[in-house]
């Protein structure tokens, strides 16, 4: 039972989990297939959901979902991760991937909204 009310928690904190789980993927897009299972992996390997874990949780899903909808961030959420090297000293892969996941999406909010396209009136 309490299993149960954790997953239940971790869904209703997770607002585009259906979304994500759901999302209609091209059977050679292995790339976001292996997103979805690390964010399933991810989003249901917490014990218990503090404050901390909550906010962590709606920012992976924030991203994946993103990653999954919006072109622009997934070719850049690609080329970064397809960089990505794990050294044999990180114990817990799936959170690596998902710290760098937030790092990224960080580092490409930053870029972006420094490089928003305002048109010219003429």
Do not use: A
Request: proline residues 1%; contains cysteine.
């Amino acid at each position: 039972m309490g299993s149960f009310n954790k997953n239940k928690e971790i869904v209703s904190v997770c607002k585009y989990y259906y979304d994500i789980v759901n999302f209609e993927i091209y059977e050679d897009d292995k790339i976001k297939q292996n997103i979805i299972n690390l964010y399933i992996e991810y989003i249901f390997s917490f014990d218990i959901v503090t404050k901390r874990e909550k906010e962590k949780l709606e920012q992976i899903d924030k991203i994946v979902y993103k990653f999954l909808t919006d072109k622009r961030f997934n070719k850049e959420m690609v080329s970064e991760l397809s960089h990505l090297r794990v050294s044999k000293s990180v114990s817990n892969v799936v959170e690596y991937v998902m710290n760098k996941m937030i790092e990224y999406f960080e580092n490409y909010k930053t870029v972006y909204t420094r490089n928003i396209y305002i048109p010219r009136w003429i």
